[in-house]
């Protein structure tokens, strides 16, 4: 196996306890406050609360700490809604009342692109119901062998420990009153050593357990776990050792929120937020304006998730994905619909070679939504499509800056923009932005 040079961190921790006082948010909602010039940001505080913090990170710019004591406490602040806030680090900001979430999300894009759309006003946010809206979720597991107990949950924040819980009021209702009986089942397997992770999935047609081992499961406990799923009407996948993953029973699932019904596996990407992805799906739309003799382009298109309702519009639609295994799905989906000018290549859009077919052809219009590292690379080669318009659908706010840069320097301008809350109580912030010749 290959070794790859991972520089240390910074173990520089002071022991000394700050006392500081919070004066604004950073662009994820972490209380900024400043020690001797230096910003120290601190999670979980509000601006105007005093707070004595310890240092967990000390580099020459600025420090990362954690609260210790608050000494006052905001009007602002509300109790968080999870037991396991304090520990679990999904939900970094249920202290911090929702209206203000969104301020904080909209007031840091803003900021983030102010350089490439400086008077550009931020169109309303797309929201949902801030509670119960996960629809996938991955569960750690790890049998701690000293205390004869299954470690069952989530990851502790900035720290691999996991934090056990037994239910979650962000994920969507069916799997969170799933969650205490599966962990009761697989406390009791007799090699709860070999227990990797666990994925949760809830489908528009049933709710999918799958289940990744380190080695193969006896048969008592395979048996088990099928009777499990079944007397829930589940459907299950088991991922064993190096084995493809199975499907065990129940039915394949299928997503339908853009009006298309779409098979996909638990291994493919689908948004977290079913709510706030149709109407992102719809807000696509709508800022494109595609015409019925226009062809459009769909980088990082996945299964299908935008490049179908596009099709309904336009003359013929080209999804670009990188995994092998969805532009399959994809295109299984397009003959099981029986649509003929929506067509996916498999291509790297971080490389391209130049010999793709289908990127010497003109597009009216171009839609990309990718993944955090942003566009890097096909960016900067978008201008040759001669497209009027761009939508570009970003989870990553630093990316979507520099890559609109890119796209000025092409001739385009930011028409429109604004702020999807896809993960409520989180500091992850998604947002999409309209840009035309």
Same mark, same amino acid.
């Given at each position: 196996?290959?070794?790859?040079?991972?520089?240390?961190?910074?173990?520089?921790?002071?022991? =000394?306890?700050?006392?500081?006082?919070?004066? =604004?948010?950073?662009?994820?909602? $972490?209380?900024?406050?400043?020690?001797?010039?230096?910003?120290?940001?601190?999670?979980?505080?509000?601006?105007?609360?005093?707070?004595?913090?310890?240092?967990?990170?000390?580099?020459?710019?600025?420090?990362?700490?954690?609260?210790?004591?608050?000494?006052? $406490?905001?009007?602002?602040?509300?109790?968080?809604?999870?037991? @396991?806030?304090?520990?679990?680090?999904?939900?970094?900001?249920?202290?911090?009342?929702?209206?203000?979430?969104?301020?904080?999300?909209?007031?840091?894009?803003?900021?983030?692109?102010? =350089? &490439?759309?400086?008077?550009?006003?931020?169109?309303?946010?797309?929201?949902?119901?801030?509670?119960?809206?996960?629809?996938?979720?991955?569960?750690?597991?790890?049998?701690?062998?000293?205390?004869?107990?299954?470690?069952?949950?989530?990851?502790?924040?900035?720290?691999?420990?996991?934090?056990?819980?037994?239910?979650?009021?962000?994920?969507?209702?069916?799997?969170?009153?799933?969650?205490?009986?599966?962990?009761?089942?697989?406390?009791?397997?007799?090699?709860?050593?070999?227990?990797?992770?666990?994925?949760?999935?809830?489908?528009?047609?049933?709710?999918?357990?799958?289940?990744?081992?380190?080695?193969?499961?006896?048969?008592?406990?395979?048996? !088990?776990?099928?009777?499990?799923?079944?007397?829930?009407?589940?459907?299950?996948?088991?991922?064993? %050792?190096?084995?493809?993953?199975?499907?065990?029973?129940?039915?394949?699932?299928?997503?339908?929120?853009?009006?298309?019904?779409?098979?996909?596996?638990?291994?493919?990407? &689908?948004?977290?937020?079913?709510?706030?992805?149709?109407?992102?799906?719809?807000?696509?739309?709508?800022?494109?304006?595609?015409?019925?003799?226009?062809?459009?382009?769909?980088?990082?298109?996945?299964?299908?998730?935008?490049?179908?309702?596009?099709?309904? @519009?336009?003359?013929?639609?080209?999804?670009?994905?990188?995994?092998?295994?969805?532009?399959?799905?994809?295109?299984?989906?397009?003959?099981?619909?029986?649509?003929?000018?929506?067509?996916?290549?498999?291509?790297?859009? $971080?490389?391209?070679?130049?010999?793709?077919?289908?990127?010497?052809?003109?597009?009216?219009?171009?839609?990309?939504?990718?993944?955090? !590292?942003?566009?890097?690379?096909?960016?900067?080669?978008?201008?040759?499509?001669?497209?009027?318009?761009?939508?570009?659908?970003?989870?990553?706010?630093?990316?979507?800056?520099?890559?609109?840069?890119?796209?000025? $320097?092409? %001739?385009?301008?930011?028409?429109?923009?604004?702020?999807?809350?896809?993960?409520?109580?989180?500091?992850?912030?998604?947002?999409?932005?309209?840009?035309? =010749?």
């Amino acid at each position: 196996m290959a070794n790859f040079y991972k520089p240390k961190k910074n173990s520089n921790h002071s022991q =000394k306890h700050l006392s500081v006082l919070i004066e =604004k948010y950073d662009y994820q909602g $972490a209380g900024m406050a400043f020690s001797q010039g230096k910003p120290v940001f601190v999670p979980g505080a509000l601006i105007g609360e005093q707070v004595v913090c310890q240092p967990i990170e000390s580099k020459s710019k600025y420090i990362r700490a954690k609260m210790v004591k608050l000494l006052n $406490a905001s009007e602002d602040r509300v109790p968080p809604f999870c037991e @396991k806030f304090a520990q679990c680090g999904g939900c970094s900001l249920q202290h911090m009342p929702y209206q203000q979430q969104l301020e904080v999300k909209q007031q840091a894009f803003r900021k983030v692109m102010a =350089k &490439v759309a400086p008077e550009q006003e931020l169109a309303a946010p797309i929201v949902a119901e801030p509670t119960h809206y996960r629809r996938r979720a991955r569960i750690s597991l790890l049998w701690d062998s000293k205390k004869s107990q299954l470690q069952f949950g989530f990851r502790e924040g900035q720290s691999k420990n996991i934090v056990t819980v037994e239910t979650c009021p962000v994920m969507a209702k069916p799997l969170a009153h799933m969650m205490p009986a599966i962990k009761r089942l697989l406390e009791g397997f007799s090699q709860p050593q070999i227990l990797g992770h666990l994925e949760l999935v809830e489908a528009d047609n049933t709710s999918v357990i799958l289940l990744r081992t380190s080695a193969e499961l006896r048969n008592k406990d395979r048996q !088990a776990l099928v009777d499990f799923a079944q007397q829930h009407n589940c459907t299950l996948y088991l991922h064993q %050792g190096q084995q493809m993953a199975q499907k065990l029973c129940g039915d394949s699932p299928v997503c339908n929120e853009s009006g298309f019904s779409l098979d996909f596996l638990p291994s493919d990407f &689908v948004q977290v937020n079913r709510s706030v992805n149709q109407q992102m799906v719809q807000q696509a739309l709508d800022w494109l304006d595609v015409q019925t003799n226009e062809r459009v382009l769909d980088l990082f298109s996945g299964i299908g998730n935008f490049t179908f309702p596009l099709s309904v @519009k336009a003359s013929a639609v080209i999804g670009i994905e990188g995994v092998d295994d969805m532009v399959a799905r994809a295109n299984e989906n397009a003959r099981s619909l029986a649509i003929t000018h929506a067509k996916f290549y498999q291509a790297n859009l $971080a490389q391209l070679t130049g010999d793709e077919e289908w990127a010497a052809e003109r597009f009216d219009k171009i839609l990309l939504d990718p993944a955090r !590292a942003g566009a890097a690379g096909i960016v900067e080669s978008l201008s040759q499509f001669a497209a009027t318009g761009i939508v570009y659908v970003s989870c990553n706010p630093a990316t979507l800056a520099r890559d609109s840069e890119i796209l000025l $320097a092409q %001739g385009y301008k930011v028409v429109k923009m604004k702020v999807l809350d896809m993960f409520p109580h989180t500091g992850h912030l998604e947002s999409m932005v309209l840009f035309e =010749k």
